[in-house]
């Protein structure tokens, strides 16, 4: 089993294991019975009412359940399919051959499937390259922390290209799929990705102060932590780095789902959907599926924060003006069908998008733990340079872009800001680009697990046997190997600070209560 998917494996078992949320079809955070059975078999619903703003639902910090997103996904992910095919949002520029910053790099994938087809700079519609963007987009010299190649300002969650370097793409003609990338360099970028978690010295302030947010998360691993010897709890959490966590594992969540949809088949060299691939990697592990929705929803809550700016953006291709002024030139075609996608997106968003951003960020080690946040996250953006796949490199990239735009939507714009006509350029267009594309790669995840739902449908019980067995020995090899491969991630911790590292030996000590329950029951 590769170590990432051990260390996968600690995060899941650490923060997800001590409680239950509300009724809904993923209610149980880790489903150690029959977990595939209820992925697979469950009745996706159709024409559920929206989200209410009176009560919170059981995707964390949201007022959604899981059935109100899965009920308007597949018109959400028919409008996005479309509007990501656009001239606007398909053309993506890139810098994918900045250096690893982390380590020295040497295992670039050689297979063909790693490779990608550039776009010449002369298809690219004037207005949308780097010389023409460069004059407008980039903010002053004194608001950016440069670095070679690109740059990051102190709102920023992720390290933005300084449009100097860098290709450009045609992001319809690369799909996200399976590649063969894999081994010591896929492992190793997403090890590393995962020790972004140890959050230093805010840590310790953490664990001793209640939270002012008012939603209450049962399941976090502070609440373990704060229990006394009595075995009774605080109360208190820490519902950012909860949220931090959910983010980067429905990430990975979604990028799996992706692989396992167009996998690539050893005996006929075709690309189509693995069953056991998605079994094993997702549907065993429940709460990898509920990461997925977790993002859908902040992303559509960011996207219906923002949804008068990008309704007000200039989508077309001609003329170099301002991007939200369309007094000089009539609305083309594209524009036409741009804009009427992207208001069925903004509609779907503003009822679904019931992220709760109000209740993060609050007390007094509020912007102790936002900077940390930041930091990071802008670490895990530059990780991305070290992905030895051209394909997985890119869609790494746009997918954090489209993240940390999210997140600064959502937590370093207020209402002033947010006004288009006062911020015409509040965004880089890659930034845009970056954050259609990735719901798109969410919403294509949810519809994915459609796909195989249909394929269980058509499984024989032997096979469905085998398809469960598979999945669980993998599962077992997982817990066997838990405790030892947690040492690397200790001594990580341990080279940043020792409240991380306190953190983990108490999580260590408690595993040993989860895993006889898992092998037996498993």
């Known amino acids: 089993m590769p170590r990432i998917d051990i260390l996968w494996a600690y995060l899941v078992l650490a923060f997800c294991v001590f409680g239950v949320q509300a009724s809904s079809f993923l209610s149980d955070t880790l489903i150690r019975k029959d977990q595939v059975q209820n992925v697979l ?65 040497n295992g670039f994938c050689m297979n063909r499937e790693c490779g990608i087809t550039t776009v010449d700079e002369s298809e690219i519609p004037e207005k949308w390259r780097a010389a023409s963007l460069s004059s407008i987009e980039l903010p002053p010299l004194d608001e950016r922390i440069q670095l070679p190649g690109c740059y990051y300002r102190d709102s920023d969650y992720c390290f933005l290209d300084d449009m100097t370097e860098g290709d450009y793409v045609d992001l319809t003609q690369v799909p996200e799929r399976y590649t063969g990338y894999s081994g010591p360099s896929a492992h190793r970028v997403w090890r590393s990705i995962y020790e972004e978690n140890c959050f230093g010295l805010s840590e310790l302030n953490l664990m001793t102060g ?34 931090y966590y959910k983010i980067i594992s429905g990430m990975h969540a979604s990028i799996s789902t992706h692989i396992c949809l167009e996998y690539l088949n050893q005996t006929t060299g075709e690309m189509g959907p693995n069953l056991q691939c998605f079994v094993t990697r997702v549907a065993s592990h429940p709460e990898r599926l509920q990461y997925i929705y977790f993002n859908t929803v902040l992303l559509l809550r960011a996207v219906a924060r923002i949804g008068p700016y990008l309704s007000a953006y200039d989508y077309c291709s001609t003329e170099t003006i301002s991007p939200l002024d369309h007094k000089h030139s009539p609305r083309s075609e594209d524009e036409i069908r741009t804009l009427n996608k992207l208001s069925n997106v903004l509609t779907i968003a503003e ?30 953006s530059r990780i991305m340079d070290c992905v030895g796949c ?45 954050l259609i594309n990735t719901l798109h790669r969410f919403s294509e995840s949810l519809q994915a697990v459609e796909r195989f739902r249909e394929m269980w449908k058509e499984t024989d019980d032997q096979d469905s046997q085998q398809l469960i067995h598979e999945a669980e020995k993998a599962v077992v090899g997982n817990v066997n190997r838990l405790q030892s491969h947690i040492y690397g991630l200790v001594a990580s911790c341990k080279r940043r600070t020792l409240s991380c590292l306190s953190l983990l030996l108490e999580v260590w000590g408690r595993l040993g209560e989860v895993i006889s329950p898992l092998r037996t029951e498993l």
């Open 210 to 243: 209640r939270s002012s947010a008012p939603v209450s998360l049962p399941d976090t691993l502070t609440d373990v932590l704060r229990e006394d010897l009595n075995g009774e709890d605080d109360g208190g959490e820490c519902l950012e780095k909860r949220v």
């Open 41 to 105: 078999e469950h009745q996706p619903v159709r024409g559920q009412p929206f989200c209410q703003d009176t009560t919170t639902g059981p995707i964390e910090t949201t007022m959604c359940h899981y059935e109100t997103v899965e009920s308007v996904n597949e018109e959400l992910y028919s409008n996005l399919k479309e509007l990501v095919q656009t001239p606007f949002f398909k053309y993506f520029q890139v810098d994918l051959y900045r250096e690893c910053p982390f380590w020295h790099e």
């Open 390 to 434: 051209d394909k997985c490199r890119l869609w790494g990239k746009v997918q954090t872009t489209g993240l940390a735009t999210a997140l600064k939507i959502l937590f370093e714009m207020d209402e002033n800001a947010l006004d288009p006509h006062k911020n015409t350029n509040l965004l880089q267009r890659s930034e845009v680009v970056a």
């Open 351 to 380: 009822h679904v998008g019931k992220f709760d951003e109000r209740v993060l960020f609050r007390g007094e080690n509020a912007n102790i733990l936002k900077q940390e946040f930041k930091e990071h996250f802008r670490n895990v």
